[in-house]
């Protein structure tokens, strides 16, 4: 995996003290990127983590399906999780992924053992109606600007309480690029009638 | 102030000639709105006789409950405004949700946001900028948009150039007009910079049942002809707690407002964490109409 100008990850290794080495390693599972040349370590036991604390009233997720949630009607004990990283073909083959989906794919986000939650790179389960903290690890200015109510759509009241929408709101998480809209009409020129 | 003094004056002495044989006396029209005093000199007697006309005058033209309010300007609040370009897609949304919300003339046509097509090789050029684009989709490659209405500017140039004093700025630092102080004579509308100012060339059309019936006497209640108007910060939503229309209406989140002397609030984050432009610095203007990106 290149990393910069003409650096692959052997080399960063290579040439970092180990400490730097080791602090890159953690870096890099924060961040959730593909785990390609990292040691492969043991996940912490999930639970575990603490999750940061801010919690954002926002309204529920928008599910395309409604009927979908939970997961685990069809995700159950009689389902066992297929770890494998491949294309979907029996369900979920309307989900065409375009978002880094070189290196990505369903389980780096939706947990295996527990298709009702997200997981972030930690481990640390997560409700879909916090899935901003998911999105958070590798967009981190963005959630940053997110949580002072400067990135994306805010309602309510300038000096109290403010409605918060999810990423995923205005973003789909499996295609995330903000689509185009049709304008609105535009001004009719002076002296011309409507 | 001897200025409004002598023209109610003589108004009255013009009236009572024209109306002497009549049966209203001057007393009996001075609530009528050519003689209503500024604003800012009305006893509150007076100001609570002239909303309830108006209230009464305005529910029975659009037959719904109208109120016309009167709210001060918060302590300690002053208000400033925040556009991402990096980020409006110039879909015109906000354009609409203004006109809804701030009541006004579909025919003449009265729009108080004007969003500019900007080339993205040129930057911001006012030469360049096209008001009128139209298109299947926006953004259109190789453009981005950058939406203008008023700048509610600390120095404004609209301010100094009317000859009645019908036009001023507040403590939280909206600029407002007294519709009824007026004269139409438009010194403000060619005073501006920023083209934020609009007039009223013919009777407004309002259609009674988009008519927002939640006004404010130097905001969005109904204009007559003949007046000029701008946008003011929705004074009639902000000065009770509420986004701007164009605010929560904007699909894209680019828009944001709040007290600038909250170092807690959106505007501040902004001003000390972001890449910041106004619009014509050069002139002194001092506009608290922020773009960034
Ligand atoms: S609604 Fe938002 S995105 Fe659309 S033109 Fe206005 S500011 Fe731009
Ligand atoms: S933008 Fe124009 S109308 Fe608004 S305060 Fe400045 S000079 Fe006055």
């Known amino acids: ?194 | 102030m001897s200025e409004s003094i002598s023209r109610r004056k003589f108004l009255c002495i013009a009236a009572g000639c024209a109306a002497a044989a009549s049966v209203a006396g001057c007393s009996d029209i001075t609530h009528t709105s050519f003689f209503r005093h500024n604003f800012r000199d009305m006893t509150p007697d007076e100001l609570k006789k002239i909303i309830a006309d108006l209230e009464r005058e305005h529910s029975a033209t659009f037959g719904k409950q109208v109120l016309v309010g009167v709210d001060p300007p918060m302590d300690g609040v002053s208000f400033a405004y925040a556009l991402d370009i990096s980020r409006c897609i110039g879909c015109r949304r906000c354009v609409y949700g203004c006109v809804g919300e701030n009541n006004q003339s579909r025919d003449p046509q009265i729009q108080w946001i004007r969003v500019l097509e900007m080339n993205k090789e040129k930057g911001i050029d006012f030469q360049e900028a096209n008001p009128y684009y139209d298109a299947e989709e926006v953004p259109r490659p190789g453009h981005f948009y950058l939406p203008m209405a008023c700048q509610q500017c600390e120095n404004p140039a609209c301010v100094k150039s009317c000859p009645v004093g019908a036009t001023w700025r507040e403590k939280d630092g909206i600029v407002v007009v007294d519709y009824d102080w007026c004269l139409g004579c438009r010194c403000c509308l060619s005073a501006c910079p920023y083209g934020a100012r609009r007039f009223n060339w013919g009777k407004p059309t309002l259609p009674a049942e988009e008519m927002n019936p939640d006004t404010h006497y130097l905001g969005n209640r109904p204009r007559p002809k003949g007046v000029v108007e701008k946008c003011t910060f929705c004074i009639q939503r902000t000065r009770r707690g509420k986004y701007p229309k164009c605010v929560e209406v904007c699909p894209t989140g680019s828009r944001k407002f709040g007290n600038i002397l909250d170092p807690e609030s959106e505007i501040r984050y902004i001003l000390e964490h972001k890449r910041v432009v106004v619009l014509k610095n050069e002139l002194n203007t001092h506009p608290r109409f922020y773009y960034f990106f």
């Open chain 1, 1 to 194: 995996m290149a990393y910069g100008p003409g650096i692959t990850w052997g080399d960063v290794g290579k040439r970092l003290p180990v400490r730097a080495a080791a602090a890159l390693a953690g870096a890099i599972l924060c961040l959730g990127l593909s785990a390609g040349g990292a040691t492969a370590q043991e996940a912490p036991p999930r639970h575990t983590v603490p999750v940061d604390s801010m919690v954002f009233e926002t309204p529920p997720p928008p599910f395309r399906d409604p009927d979908i949630f939970p997961c685990s009607q069809c995700h159950n004990a009689d389902m066992p999780p297929n770890l494998q990283r491949r294309q979907l073909v029996d369900m979920h083959d309307d989900i065409v992924l375009k978002h880094d989906e070189e290196h990505r794919w369903c389980l780096d986000c939706h947990d295996a053992q527990n298709r009702d939650r997200l997981h972030l790179a930690n481990g640390t389960l997560i409700p879909f109606e916090q899935s901003y903290k998911l999105c958070g690890q590798c967009h981190g200015d963005k959630y940053r600007d997110w949580r002072a109510g400067v990135h994306g759509r805010r309602t309510g009241e300038w000096n109290g309480k403010k409605q918060y929408l999810l990423c995923v709101h205005c973003h789909y998480s499996h295609e995330p690029k903000f689509k185009g809209l049709k304008p609105l009409a535009p001004p009719i020129p002076p002296g011309r009638k409507p």
